[in-house]
Nanobody, 121 residues
């Protein structure tokens, strides 16, 4: 089970930290991903992290502004979002898959509920 939280309404340039609490299984061999979906658009990849080893991957649109991390003790993955822009407005979802990293949302069988992030200009 994945539980996402931390969304909200902020102004352009502000920061937010999203959390994804994982439970119900051992995630040590999993890839944890963040995706987002804006109204009228397809769900898109934001960032991912290998639970074991900590390798990270980012979409070009967020590289340098967003940071994905994990806390093994808390079984939680975070998405630190800095320098937020209005185009970052979307529902953000955390997801998990066993094995290697993919950026396609179709590769992730496990999903949490979304958390809304709204960035005003």
């Amino acid at each position: 089970q994945l539980q996402a939280s931390g969304g909200g309404l902020v102004q352009a340039g502000d920061s937010l930290r999203l959390s994804c609490a994982a439970s119900g299984r051992t995630f040590s061999s999993y890839v944890m991903g963040w995706f987002r979906q804006a109204p009228g658009k397809e769900r898109e990849f934001v960032a991912a992290i290998l639970w074991s080893g900590g390798s990270t991957y980012y979409a070009d649109s967020v590289k340098g502004r967003f940071t994905i991390t994990r806390d093994n003790a808390k079984n939680t993955v975070y998405l630190q979002m800095n320098s937020l822009k209005p185009e970052d407005t979307a529902v953000y979802y955390c997801a998990a898959r066993l094995g290697r990293y993919y950026s396609s949302s179709y590769r992730y069988p496990y999903w949490g509920q979304g958390t809304q992030v709204t960035v005003s200009s």
